[in-house]
């Protein structure tokens, strides 16, 4: 697993997971939760979170829209379970089509640092940062306080075929200004660290 490697062996760290979808399956912090990591998982079905209660008690799980603004948000759904809901309407909109229909849900949401201030993790610098939201990563990651919560690895996923199309997304370059490098990327999901805090933990 690309992301337990850039931690040390023995090390438990604090992990949080936007758009977590399932405990087991796809799923960026299950091999970590079972080395011992323990964190927050945050989807916007309350079905998922279910789950999430059964398989991993240790974590905290909470079904929650996350967004840059607290208030009522409309997300769209193509099923009860399904990894591919989005607070992006020209997500959905691409996707529709004679397999998929997406319908339109009114739901309560709130920002990550909001969310984050309610655990018993508040104020917890993040060890990873994963984030899978259908388009609305950026989203996410505006409404954190990279102040207070300032992740040493962030996860997130967006549309790119060349290093031209990531040095362009809009995404990559929020984090570029926060002091983020980009360290890998496989499919849809790329990578980045914060170089300072890494190497203070002993990580080559």
Request: charged content about 25%; glycine content about 8%.
């Amino acid at each position: 697993m690309i992301l337990g490697r850039l931690f040390p062996k023995r090390y438990k760290g604090f992990f949080v997971d936007v758009g977590c979808f399932h405990p087991v399956k796809y799923n960026n912090t299950y091999a970590l939760y079972k080395k011992g990591w323990r964190g927050v998982n945050i989807d916007i079905q309350p079905i998922k979170i279910k789950g999430f209660n059964w398989i991993r008690p240790g974590d905290t799980n909470i079904a929650m829209a996350v967004s840059e603004q607290p208030g009522e948000v409309t997300f769209w759904t193509n099923g009860m379970y399904t990894p591919t809901v989005t607070l992006e309407k020209s997500f959905a909109d691409e996707r529709s089509g004679a397999k998929y229909q997406y319908r339109p849900q009114t739901v309560q949401a709130d920002t990550l640092t909001n969310i984050l201030d309610g655990t018993s993790y508040k104020d917890r610098p993040i060890d990873l940062l994963s984030i899978d939201v259908e388009g609305h990563d950026l989203q996410v990651l505006k409404g954190l306080d990279f102040e207070r919560y300032r992740p040493d690895v962030i996860a997130v996923e967006f549309d790119a075929q060349t290093i031209g199309d990531v040095v362009k997304n809009e995404l990559h370059n929020f984090l570029s200004s926060k002091d983020y490098q980009l360290i890998n990327w496989v499919g849809l999901t790329q990578i980045y660290r914060r170089e300072q805090s890494l190497v203070s933990k002993g990580i080559d």
